[in-house]
């Protein structure tokens, strides 16, 4: 059990931020240090970047460096957090990099990694929506899909670290090609991309007339936001696109459900937070689509931690991974 006065780091990495936490062993937030990523300088810079940002919160929580006993950290895109071996990161532009080790060394702590859509999964389940649950699936709609399972209380890596791809679940056989080679994937069809990219062709076409409205008259400023502005306003066209990615994000939410049974289903990303069109659509399917028991059995809301789900799920890591109790409040 780490002490009263221990203390643990949470990082979040991402393509434009670091956002780092110095938190107690309750997730009690100390101190809150947020930075841009700046990853066109290369590497060696972030890491800098990194290593700064946790001296900084130290520095601002007035907290001893021999005080912090591990750092939890979330980085985007597949890595193996057995290994903290950082496979790929297209944002970053990194592959292959040693993160934790390069991190520990430099800190002189024990660093943790995992995936950044794993660690929201586990911020909502220790400290937001997902508490007082069991099983627990957690769904990021935005300019991706993705996702992550907590399973008998755990995160749940698969065989070989990747488990929770959800955004690459087939949902439409025919559908349009994703980015991962693949065509029809969830996130081809339901992510704020896809939204952005069937409404610009509307307007394109000379149609959309309520969604180019939404966007100023402009259609370089014609995105997923806009689309959702203008469903909420009535729009029939931005309606259908915004009904049709909560009818397909519905199918692949019913699979889960039969799959696996959870207690909850955590839901969240711009795409999500206030689009009761696309919310309603997704429902209805899953109703239609999911095993009456299991339907029953599940509570699908949506998620309460916000930019924050990550850099949580940071802090339950490295307190979980440090030999603390995985508290949830």
Known sequence: MIGMQDLVAGVDLGGTKILTVLADREGKLLARVKVPTEAALGQGHVIDKIVESVQTALREAGAPADSVRA???????????????????????????????????????????????????????????????????????????????????????????????????????????????NTGCLEAVASGTALARRAAALVEDGRGAGILAAAGGDTGRVTARTVVQAALAGDPEALVIVRDAGRYLGIALAGLVNLLNPAAVVLGGGVIQGDAPLWEAMLEEVHRRSLESSRQAVRIVRAGLGGDAGVMGAVALAIERAGGELGRP
Do not use: K, Q
């Not at 060394?105 to 220790?126: H, I, K, M, Q, T």
């Not at 008998?152 to 670290?161: D, E, K, L, M, T």
């Open 71 to 181: 750092v939890g950290m979330g980085a985007p895109g597949p890595l193996d957090p057995s290994r903290g071996w950082l496979h790929f990161a297209p944002n970053l532009g990194w592959r292959d990099v040693h993160l934790g080790e390069m991190l520990g060394s430099r800190l002189g702590l024990p660093v943790y990694l995992d995936n950044d859509a794993n660690l929201a999964a586990l911020g909502e389940y220790v400290y937001g929506a997902g508490r007082d649950t069991g099983d627990m699936v957690y769904i990021t709609v935005s300019t991706g899909v993705g996702g992550g399972l907590i399973l008998g209380g755990r995160i749940y890596h698969g065989a070989g670290g990747g488990a929770g791809e959800i955004g690459h679940i087939t949902v439409a056989a025919d559908g349009p090609p994703c980015g991962c080679g």
